[in-house]
Structure formats: C-alpha cells, structure tokens
C-alpha cells in the first residue's frame, strides 16, 4: 500500500508541475548594461541611454527639453506567451518634471510597432515629486506584439528637466507548456512499468 501511494504522490507531483502556471517576473530591464533595444522618434526627440536610465535631454546641464516637442520612447515587443486569464501588470520607475497643464507625459501601447498609439496612463504634468513607481494592470490588451511608449509634448515655452524612465518590469503568469504526446507516452508506461514492479515487491516472500 506505502509502494502505491508513492506511485499515486508522483503521478500527482509530475502533472501538478507540467499543469501550473508560472507566476513569475516575465519581463525585467534595468538599462544598466545596456539600452534594452529601445527606440525612441518623434519631433523634436530628445530621448537618450544614460546613466543606467532612459531620459529626455541627459546631456550637458540644463537637461531641459526642446519647445514644440512630441517625441516617443518606444520598448522592445515583449513577445510573451502570457496567461491573461490572470492578471498582468506593467510596471516602471518614472520622474517628470515638465511646465505644468501646458506640457505632459503620457504612457501608451502599440500592437502594430508604432503606427498607431493608445494611452494607458496620463496625461500627467508638473513636478511628479521624485521618482515614483507606476503598476497598470496591461491584462486586457496584452498580445504578443505589445509595446510599451512613454511621450512627452511640450508647447511653444517654457521647459523643465523632463521625462525619465527605469526599471521596466512585467510581472504574471505564462501559459502552462502542452506536453507533446510521445513524451506523455513515456510518461505513462514509466509509471504503469514502477506500478508493476511495486507490486511484484510487494508480494514477493
């Protein structure tokens, strides 16, 4: 009896690991080594790989950003195989500090590498008070060609020190691997095969 309920524990051990979901930190960049294939366009684009961060106008000391400015950072595609039957969540460190109402900030997403864009948070302008984490919950438009955008726009005067970006993380569950069928095969007959031979142990004088 002891032999097969071992055999039953592992049965359940073996398909409770190759069933569940991996609930893990999917995604994780903290622009120290490097930019994290980031990209970044717009008007008047000041975005720049500094610093162990991404900022807007890191150069020199001013780092005040252009006037009449619409300029885009742009993340890698994450290209996950995410379980979004549970939550997932984007989340970053960010400081702003922009004139306030007339420019702003802004994080969006792309499907399509950038042709087209929608916000998720913001707008947001003025001082954010130091660096901040943000956590939005991404569950509901998650594809596998997600991109991740931080934009800031500026007016015809007046400029502060801008937008800053670090420590991009996404954080859920991916979808559990299928099992191909030869491997199930083995799997079986090892178990029926460790059945028998518990068994003949068993009722061996």
């Known amino acids: 009896m002891k032999k097969l309920i071992i055999l039953a524990s592992a049965f359940l051990l073996v398909f409770g690991i190759v069933g569940a ?17 980031y990209t970044h366009s717009g008007v008047q684009d000041e975005w720049e790989w500094r610093y162990g961060r991404w900022g807007t106008d890191q150069s020199g000391f001013s780092h005040d950003y252009n006037n009449n400015s619409n300029q885009i950072l742009m ?3 994450f290209g996950l195989d995410i379980d979004t039957s549970n939550t997932t969540t984007l989340s970053f460190d960010y400081y702003f500090n922009t004139e306030n109402y007339y420019d702003r900030v802004t994080t969006e997403y ?20 130091g660096w ?11 594809t596998d060609t997600l991109q991740a955008g931080w934009r800031l726009t500026s007016d015809y005067s007046i400029t ?9 993380v ?22 029926v095969g460790m059945g028998v031979a518990g068994r003949k142990k068993l009722f061996k004088k």
Do not use: K
């Open 160 to 168: 502060e020190y801008g937008f800053y970006i670090d420590n991009v």
């Open 132 to 142: 901040q984490t943000a956590s939005i919950d991404i569950t509901s438009i998650y």
């Open 170 to 191: 996404i954080d859920g569950e991916l979808n559990a691997p299928v099992p191909e069928p030869a491997t199930m095969l083995l799997l079986g007959v090892g178990l």
């Open 21 to 37: 979901a991996n609930s893990a930190i999917l995604y994780s960049e903290d622009f120290e080594a490097t930019d994290g294939g």
């Open 110 to 129: 792309t499907l399509d590498g950038g042709s087209n864009w929608n916000v998720i948070a913001g707008p947001a302008s003025g001082f954010s008070g």
């Open 75 to 77: 993340s890698t595609v």
